[in-house]
Structure formats: structure tokens, C-alpha cells
């Protein structure tokens, strides 16, 4: 059965309690890898630098706090198996991920915008949470 790796669980521990248990619901249907959730300054601006991101330090949903603790709005992950490489050109699969994300966030009474209708596949953001 998938699961998350204790490193994806580190980085998912980053985000809002709500994009933590939708994507550990997710992650039980499909593999997945977490690949961000809160990005510090630092790295935020550098995501902008390195074009995975448009917005600066502290415009992304990816840097929210909580007080003093990183509690981000938004959490990357991609369809993930085994020992084999990422396949970013998948659109299927990202949109099957995306189908999931979704259900499991309507289930739960949590709204969900996702990064695939502006070509991030990985990213997804709650919605209504500030």
C-alpha cells in the first residue's frame, strides 16, 4: 500500500493540518512525494530566482506563519513510484493526483486551488485560508 517516506512527512509537517491530512489520504490511494511546503525567505526568493516561482518572500502561500511556526498554505507533491524517474510530461497522472487531492478535500469540507491551471502540476493551495 503507498505511504509517505519520513521525509515527506517532515516537509508536509510544514503545512496547515488540513493539507497534511488531505495529502497523508492521498498519499493511501497513489504514491506521492512531498516536495515543499513552507520555504523560509531564503528559499523562496531563490525559487523565484531559479523560476519556480513568481512570487517573492512573504507573497506565496508557501510562507505562512502561524505566530512563530511555518504553517503554509500551499504544499507541492508529485505522482511518485518506486525507483523510477518523475515524469513531469504525464499530464494524466498529475491530473489523476489533482482528481484525488480534490475529492478528498470535498469530502472534508476543504477547498483546494490547484497549480495545474497555471502549468505548476505539483502545487496546490487551500483556499479561503489566510
Not at 5 to 19: F, Y
Not at 39 to 58: F, H, I, M, T
Not at 104 to 126: A, P, R, T
Amino acid at each position: 500500500m503507498p505511504g509517505l517516506s519520513e521525509r515527506c512527512m517532515i516537509r508536509l509537517g510544514t503545512c496547515h493540518v488540513d493539507l497534511q491530512s488531505i495529502v497523508i489520504k492521498v498519499g493511501t490511494y497513489q504514491p506521492v512525494m512531498v516536495t515543499w511546503g513552507f520555504r523560509g525567505k531564503g528559499e523562496q526568493n531563490k525559487a523565484v530566482a531559479d523560476g519556480y516561482s513568481s512570487l517573492r518572500w512573504p507573497n506565496s502561500k508557501h510562507n505562512h506563519m502561524n505566530g512563530d511556526n511555518p504553517e503554509s498554505l500551499a504544499v507541492d507533491i508529485v505522482p511518485y513510484k518506486y525507483g523510477q524517474v518523475i515524469n513531469w510530461s504525464d499530464v494524466d497522472r498529475w491530473r489523476l493526483m489533482a482528481s484525488y487531492m480534490w475529492q478528498v478535500g470535498l469530502k472534508n469540507d476543504i477547498k483546494l486551488k490547484w497549480g495545474g491551471y497555471f502549468g505548476d502540476y505539483s502545487h496546490f493551495e487551500l483556499i479561503g485560508y489566510e
